[in-house]
């Protein structure tokens, strides 16, 4: 049998120690251990962080220079603001405007005197025309052989005027000994005023209207 006597004596003292021991070469292992990770943190992640942060930087500041300038451009932008002043086109629905007039082909056949009370309806005279322009405008647009145009006289010992008793420029020579001018492929022609033609109604433009 085995005595008591034969094992060796520890004291809580050593044992004290020798735990103490194992625990202070633990707490240096764990220390090593985290020093090496801390190593590898420094040297793997650190390097990877500052790229990261000003990349992300960079974004915010294109991000904040873009809503600056969206700004500015929104509050330059005026809205447009409604009218209150009434605005008038030049002609009216279904005229020709040339230089300061308006024109109107009126496609229903009269005389002469019920063409001019058809164009005074509609706050206009038989047409006027000033310049080479206008003539050449009426001419080349007035579709039938021969419409009636505001040119008239008292006779033929008299002079052409128009029909709010002006003179006529003679811009182009009037055939024939009758009364009433229209307008033809071949110029411009007299005729009695009972003869039934197509007409052209003339009037200022609103513009020059306005300005009067």
Known sequence: MLSIQNF???SPASVIQRGYGKLSETNREVRGGSEMLQEKFHGIILPESPAKLLCCCAVIVVLSVAVVALSVALSVKKTPQISTVKTYAACPRNWIGVGNKCYYFNETARNWTFSQTLCKEQEAELARFDT???LNFLRRYKG???CWI???RESSAHNWTWTDNTAYNKLLPIRGVEKHGFLS???ISSS???IKRNSICSKLNSYTSQCQ
């Open 192 to 194: 009695r005023d009972y």
């Open 144 to 146: 039938s052989p021969g």
């Open 132 to 134: 080479e322009e206008e």
């Open 185 to 187: 492929d071949n110029g």
């Open 8 to 10: 060796p004596r520890i």
């Open 150 to 152: 505001g040119l008239h």
